[in-house]
Nanobody, 122 residues
């Protein structure tokens, strides 16, 4: 399983970005794919996931601002981020597990992408 995260960059507060996680080696639609982020000096935290049933889950800090979605034809999972805040600054990672899960804890996920930097300036 390989995951390739992309789409990060520098954006002003209030702006938007869409991250992509290209999945290869598996059919992503039968896995749970999650987005995590890790800010400097902080633990890696799960922020959103989409499972094999297409159900999506997100943490309160990003609800209403971040949307996770999947394009089965492209085997890609997206994270659309709007109304970005400086506190959203982090390296963003996508991860996969074959379990049909709603859990966003790191120990559940077996495969990880390399991360993409998102920087939100105030």
């Amino acid at each position: 399983v390989q995951l390739q995260a992309s789409g990060g960059g520098l954006v002003q507060a209030g702006g938007s970005l869409t991250l992509s996680c290209a999945v290869s080696g598996i059919t992503s639609s039968i896995y749970t794919i999650a987005w995590f982020r890790q800010a400097p000096g902080k633990e890696r935290e799960g922020i959103a996931c989409i499972n094999s049933g297409g159900n999506t889950y997100s943490v309160d800090s990003v609800k209403g601002r971040f949307t996770i979605s999947r394009d089965n034809a492209e085997n890609t999972v997206y994270l659309r981020m709007i109304s970005l805040k400086p506190e959203d600054t982090a390296v963003y990672y996508c991860a996969a597990t074959p379990r049909n899960s709603a859990t966003m804890t790191t120990r559940v996920y077996d495969s990880w992408g390399q991360g993409t930097q998102v920087t939100v300036s105030s």
